[in-house]
């Protein structure tokens, strides 16, 4: 490019540091951006698109947004998933010799946002970190600059980084500029497809690097003291992700207080598969908050406590203490009406402390922001006086973290005024009474306005010229303007300033006099009130911990009330918690489809799990008769109490579970270019290697992704290693239309089998939604595609069909199903001989059987079970 202006050679170079970026180079009062930058910010942002040099052969295109207005474009840029750097000048024109100098700023990421028009309040907004360690570990840091969240964590695998990653939804990513994304293993590699990712050097990924930023930030002396010392993977993550934070917010974080490491045992482990297939957060199908779990119980007062209960949901615990502690308080406020509704009153006009903290931090928040803070903290007294009769543990607790702030309340009530305007260089901010140098300065001001009118009567008198009249202008400053047709009449001592199409401008000793004083004052008054304004802020940011844990305290208890709004609503039971391996449910009832069937019953259910009798619950039944709603709701039912919820049922007791699994649905991903059945099988594979005694599977239609046979089979045999495998012993709800499996109730003794009762009336299939002990005999399959709209000649010619198989009479031309194995008459396949006589199965399992490979254990084992099997 031949435009080799001083300018533009300026914006190449400065460009030059931030080539993912776009840059924002502010010209007066514009920001302009050029070349590539322009053509995709003018695309984005719909504006138009002009260029520099037009028609010279060495055009230059380029747009531009005006500076106060360009929240919305940085905010529209972001969503689209760019990066925006922001190039101010940093020296005064005036003051310039040749171009003035420029600086970027700030780079705002769409993982670093504090900009309120970019975030959406009931969503954290996360960047996250990923190192990679020794041998599988991989370090996960991540932070919400907006609220000063910053935790920590290191995991095993890929394929556990994969699914806290996709827990913790980041908005951006961050990773070494070392790590090919090709070579990445498939799990992350998945993960970070469907994300942005950003690169910081290599460098930054080092131990000692990260510990001096850390202890820096955290005033710790080592990684031992931040808890960070046996996690170095997790170490050089956090690292990284402060380091890109101060790369390009440029700015002190005196919000962020503190690193919280955890270890994911301390939660109740769910796979991606999972959480999708519970629709905990997020809908299956839109995606979208209203359907799910978190839709369902969200009655929170603030957006922090909106916030926290996503968290609480999406990481329940699997401590008693912790757990009981949590329902302690729901009960205690699901039992104190009033209370409850007082409190909820008081959460309703506190603003968002955690991002307030966070703007206040980062020296972003204007004059409103701090009267917002100030008509919060006014709430506060009252609400802990309503806090504190109660008695559950945590409530308690609760009444000592939230700090009613005094201090900063009364400092910003004496320098604050009501309602102050949006901007901070234009004065009326500070109150009257702050600061004795900015009252009498504004005396003088206000003098002064009153003196113009005195002055304008006085000269009107003196020259009698009725419309004369005195005016300000920026450029010129006061002046007194007489009209061409009184020129006239002006006296003497009038210094002509200025002159009109139709009038002239004049000046006097006096005027003059005035508006040195007056001007003076005014420029005096929006810079200190400026200073003034910043030393508040400041004041204010010093206390960012103690505003931190008050928004907690207030962010739990919000949590725990909209709980007990709930429970009181929906008639929900305080689950009876232990460490147990039993789940024993009455009238059990599906959060979400409760809530959506408006005026229709939702018929309850029991359901008995242990380790004992009832490990694996083979539930077989009709199309749509309630498997896959029954099997979810046990889920969600041990997730909630282990989230601190009480649950939909009329009594619950739940044995804690440290990991749920769910193999549900045909869940399409053929976007990743998996096949649905590849991706069952693969979902499966994973549960079987995770599970253990202590997990909840649910396993809805294993295997009917693929032919009948194989699909048996498979289902078969992976109910069996659940019941069979010592170290896989989890308690499982099984859905199957095999109705095969319904047999291995006969030789495993910790299988029971159970349907959902139907009532046939007239051909007509009545679902009853009661989950009874036994098994089905068929799948009105039939009659449930008629109720879906199926042409009656199909629905007829089915029924001809199935007779005919049922029957085993054929018509030529017509299904076979056992001859479609033609192929092995002789040698039939292990899943014909499953459903033949005991003493074929006994022979089956001697057969397969290798002696040179049993422990004696496992020969005593099987010992047993042959003898069962007879
Ligand atoms: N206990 C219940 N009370 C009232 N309605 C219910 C109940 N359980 C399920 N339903 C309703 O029945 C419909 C079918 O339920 P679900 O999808 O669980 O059936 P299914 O047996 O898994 O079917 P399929 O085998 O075809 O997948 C759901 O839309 C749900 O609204």
């Given at each position: 490019?031949?435009?080799?202006?001083?300018?533009?050679?300026?914006?190449?170079?400065?460009?030059?540091?931030?080539?993912?970026?776009?840059?924002?180079?502010?010209?007066?009062?514009?920001?302009?951006?050029?070349?590539?930058?322009?053509?995709?910010?003018?695309?984005?942002?719909?504006?138009?698109?002009?260029?520099?040099?037009?028609?010279?052969?060495?055009?230059?295109?380029?747009?531009?947004?005006?500076?106060?207005?360009?929240?919305?474009?940085?905010?529209?840029?972001?969503?689209?998933?760019?990066?925006?750097?922001?190039?101010?000048?940093?020296?005064?024109?005036?003051?310039?010799?040749?171009i003035v100098r420029r600086e970027v700023v700030k780079v705002v990421t769409p993982g670093l946002l504090i900009e309120t028009e970019s975030l959406s309040p009931d969503e954290n907004n996360y960047l996250?970190?990923?190192?990679?360690?020794?041998?599988?570990?991989?370090?996960?840091?991540?932070?919400?600059?907006?609220?000063?969240?910053?935790?920590?964590?290191?995991?095993?695998?890929?394929?556990?980084?994969?699914?806290?990653?996709?827990?913790?939804?980041?908005?951006?990513?961050?990773?070494?500029?070392?790590?090919?994304?090709?070579?990445?293993?498939?799990?992350?590699?998945?993960?970070?497809?469907?994300?942005?990712?950003?690169?910081?050097?290599?460098?930054?990924?080092?131990?000692?690097?990260?510990?001096?930023?850390?202890?820096?930030?955290?005033?710790?002396?080592?990684?031992?003291?931040?808890?960070?010392?046996?996690?170095?993977?997790?170490?050089?993550?956090?690292?990284?992700?402060?380091?890109?934070?101060?790369?390009?917010?440029?700015?002190?974080?005196?919000?962020?207080?503190?690193?919280?490491?955890?270890?994911?045992?301390?939660?109740?482990?769910?796979?991606?598969?999972?959480?999708?297939?519970?629709?905990?957060?997020?809908?299956?199908?839109?995606?979208?908050?209203?359907?799910?779990?978190?839709?369902?119980?969200?009655?929170?007062?603030?957006?922090?406590?909106?916030?926290?209960?996503?968290?609480?949901?999406?990481?329940?615990?699997?401590?008693?203490?912790?757990?009981?502690?949590?329902?302690?308080?729901?009960?205690?406020?699901?039992?104190?009406?009033?209370?409850?509704?007082?409190?909820?009153?008081?959460?309703?006009?506190?603003?968002?402390?955690?991002?307030?903290?966070?703007?206040?931090?980062?020296?972003?928040?204007?004059?409103?922001?701090?009267?917002?803070?100030?008509?919060?903290?006014?709430?506060?007294?009252?609400?802990?006086?309503?806090?504190?009769?109660?008695?559950?543990?945590?409530?308690?607790?609760?009444?000592?973290?939230?700090?009613?702030l005094d201090d900063i309340r009364a400092l910003v009530e004496r320098g604050i005024v009501e309602s102050p305007p949006f901007s901070l260089r234009e004065g009326g901010i500070i109150a009257t009474g702050?600061?004795?140098?900015?009252?009498?300065?504004?005396?003088?001001?206000?003098?002064?306005?009153?003196?113009?009118?005195?002055?304008?009567?006085?000269?009107?008198?003196?020259?009698?010229?009725?419309?004369?009249?005195?005016?300000?202008?920026?450029?010129?400053?006061?002046?007194?303007?007489?009209?061409?047709?009184?020129?006239g009449s002006v006296p003497a001592d009038y210094i002509r300033r200025q002159t009109l199409a139709n009038a002239e401008r004049f000046i006097t000793e006096e005027l003059k006099n005035y508006e040195e004083?007056?001007?003076?004052?005014?420029?005096?008054?929006?810079?200190?009130?400026?200073?003034?304004?910043?030393?508040?802020?400041?004041?204010?940011?010093?206390?960012?911990?103690?505003?931190?844990?008050?928004?907690?305290?207030?962010?739990?208890?919000?949590?725990?009330?909209?709980?007990?709004?709930?429970?009181?609503?929906?008639?929900?039971?305080?689950?009876?918690?232990?460490?147990?391996?039993?789940?024993?449910?009455?009238?059990?009832?599906?959060?979400?489809?409760?809530?959506?069937?408006?005026?229709?019953?939702?018929?309850?259910?029991?359901?008995?799990?242990?380790?004992?009798?009832?490990?694996?619950?083979?539930?077989?039944?009709?199309?749509?008769?309630?498997?896959?709603?029954?099997?979810?709701?046990?889920?969600?039912?041990?997730?909630?109490?282990?989230?601190?919820?009480?649950?939909?049922?009329?009594?619950?007791?739940?044995?804690?579970?440290?990991?749920?699994?769910?193999?549900?649905?045909?869940?399409?991903?053929?976007?990743?270019?998996?096949?649905?059945?590849?991706?069952?099988?693969?979902?499966?594979?994973?549960?079987?290697?995770?599970?253990?005694?202590?997990?909840?599977?649910?396993?809805?239609?294993?295997?009917?992704?693929?032919?009948?046979?194989?699909?048996?089979?498979?289902?078969?045999?992976?109910?069996?290693?659940?019941?069979?495998?010592?170290?896989?012993?989890?308690?499982?709800?099984?859905?199957?239309?095999?109705?095969?499996?319904?047999?291995?109730?006969?030789?495993?003794?910790?299988?029971?089998?159970?349907?959902?009762?139907?009532?046939?009336?007239?051909?007509?299939?009545?679902?009853?939604?009661?989950?009874?002990?036994?098994?089905?005999?068929?799948?009105?399959?039939?009659?449930?595609?008629?109720?879906?709209?199926?042409?009656?000649?199909?629905?007829?010619?089915?029924?001809?069909?199935?007779?005919?198989?049922?029957?085993?009479?054929?018509?030529?031309?017509?299904?076979?199903?056992?001859?479609?194995?033609?192929?092995?008459?002789?040698?039939?396949?292990?899943?014909?001989?499953?459903?033949?006589?005991?003493?074929?199965?006994?022979?089956?399992?001697?057969?397969?059987?290798?002696?040179?490979?049993?422990?004696?254990?496992?020969?005593?084992?099987?010992?047993?079970?042959?003898?069962?099997?007879?």
């Amino acid at each position: 490019m031949a435009d080799q202006t001083p300018m533009m050679r300026q914006y190449l170079e400065i460009k030059s540091g931030y080539p993912d970026a776009i840059l924002f180079f502010r010209m007066g009062d514009f920001y302009e951006m050029f070349l590539d930058d322009a053509l995709t910010a003018s695309r984005i942002l719909d504006i138009a698109l002009t260029s520099r040099n037009k028609g010279s052969g060495d055009e230059i295109p380029f747009c531009g947004v005006p500076f106060h207005s360009a929240s919305p474009y940085i905010a529209k840029l972001i969503e689209s998933g760019r990066k925006v750097a922001i190039c101010e000048q940093v020296e005064d024109p005036k003051q310039a010799k040749g171009i003035v100098r420029r600086e970027v700023v700030k780079v705002v990421t769409p993982g670093l946002l504090i900009e309120t028009e970019s975030l959406s309040p009931d969503e954290n907004n996360y960047l996250l970190a990923l190192s990679q360690g020794a041998g599988t570990t991989w370090g996960c840091a991540w932070l919400d600059l907006s609220t000063g969240e910053f935790r920590v964590t290191e995991l095993a695998g890929a394929a556990a980084a994969a699914g806290e990653a996709a827990c913790i939804a980041p908005r951006e990513v961050l990773l070494a500029d070392t790590l090919e994304l090709d070579d990445l293993p498939a799990d992350l590699r998945a993960f970070l497809g469907e994300r942005i990712v950003s690169r910081a050097p290599g460098w930054v990924f080092e131990r000692d690097y990260a510990t001096s930023l850390l202890c820096g930030q955290f005033g710790a002396a080592s990684a031992e003291a931040l808890g960070l010392g046996a996690m170095p993977a997790g170490l050089v993550a956090a690292g990284a992700a402060l380091y890109y934070l101060r790369e390009n917010r440029k700015s002190a974080i005196p919000h962020i207080r503190d690193i919280k490491v955890y270890e994911r045992t301390e939660h109740l482990a769910l796979d991606p598969a999972t959480r999708r297939n519970l629709e905990i957060t997020a809908t299956m199908a839109e995606g979208k908050k209203a359907g799910s779990l978190l839709g369902c119980l969200d009655r929170t007062a603030t957006a922090m406590g909106a916030r926290r209960l996503k968290q609480w949901l999406s990481y329940p615990l699997v401590g008693l203490e912790p757990i009981r502690r949590r329902l302690e308080a729901v009960e205690e406020l699901l039992e104190a009406a009033d209370l409850r509704e007082e409190l909820t009153a008081h959460l309703r006009e506190i603003a968002d402390l955690e991002r307030l903290n966070g703007r206040i931090g980062m020296a972003s928040a204007s004059g409103r922001d701090l009267r917002a803070l100030h008509d919060s903290l006014r709430r506060l007294p009252q609400l802990l006086e309503r806090l504190a009769p109660l008695q559950a543990g945590l409530l308690h607790s609760l009444a000592g973290t939230i700090d009613p702030l005094d201090d900063i309340r009364a400092l910003v009530e004496r320098g604050i005024v009501e309602s102050p305007p949006f901007s901070l260089r234009e004065g009326g901010i500070i109150a009257t009474g702050h600061n004795a140098e900015l009252d009498e300065l504004r005396a003088i001001s206000h003098e002064g306005k009153g003196f113009i009118a005195r002055l304008e009567a006085q000269e009107k008198a003196r020259t009698g010229i009725s419309t004369l009249k005195i005016r300000y202008n920026r450029v010129f400053g006061y002046s007194i303007e007489v009209t061409k047709s009184n020129l006239g009449s002006v006296p003497a001592d009038y210094i002509r300033r200025q002159t009109l199409a139709n009038a002239e401008r004049f000046i006097t000793e006096e005027l003059k006099n005035y508006e040195e004083k007056v001007l003076g004052a005014e420029e005096r008054i929006c810079d200190l009130e400026y200073a003034l304004f910043q030393e508040i802020r400041e004041q204010v940011a010093a206390q960012a911990e103690r505003i931190c844990r008050t928004a907690d305290g207030l962010a739990v208890l919000d949590v725990l009330i909209s709980l007990a709004i709930v429970a009181g609503e929906r008639n929900y039971c305080k689950p009876q918690m232990d460490d147990t391996d039993v789940i024993d449910i009455r009238d059990g009832r599906h959060p979400v489809i409760e809530a959506m069937k408006l005026g229709e019953r939702f018929v309850p259910n029991d359901t008995r799990l242990d380790a004992d009798e009832n490990q694996i619950l083979m539930i077989t039944g009709p199309n749509m008769a309630g498997k896959s709603t029954y099997m979810r709701q046990v889920a969600l039912i041990c997730l909630m109490a282990q989230a601190g919820s009480f649950v939909p049922a009329a009594e619950a007791r739940i044995g804690i579970a440290d990991r749920i699994f769910t193999r549900v649905g045909a869940g399409d991903n053929l976007a990743r270019g998996q096949s649905t059945f590849m991706l069952e099988m693969m979902e499966a594979a994973t549960i079987l290697r995770n599970a253990g005694p202590r997990s909840l599977i649910v396993m809805d239609e294993i295997g009917r992704g693929t032919s009948t046979f194989d699909g048996v089979s498979i289902a078969w045999a992976v109910a069996e290693y659940i019941h069979d495998t010592p170290g896989c012993r989890a308690r499982t709800l099984f859905a199957t239309h095999y109705h095969e499996l319904t047999e291995l109730a006969a030789t495993r003794e910790r299988i029971k089998n159970f349907t959902v009762a139907v009532r046939e009336w007239n051909d007509q299939v009545i679902f009853l939604r009661t989950i009874i002990p036994g098994g089905a005999s068929h799948s009105y399959g039939i009659q449930v595609a008629r109720l879906a709209g199926m042409p009656a000649d199909v629905i007829e010619r089915a029924k001809e069909i199935l007779r005919n198989l049922e029957h085993g009479e054929f018509e030529e031309g017509a299904p076979r199903l056992a001859k479609s194995k033609k192929s092995q008459p002789q040698a039939p396949s292990p899943q014909f001989s499953l459903f033949e006589s005991t003493e074929d199965q006994l022979r089956l399992r001697l057969k397969k059987l290798s002696i040179a490979t049993l422990t004696p254990l496992e020969a005593l084992n099987l010992l047993d079970e042959l003898k069962r099997m007879v």
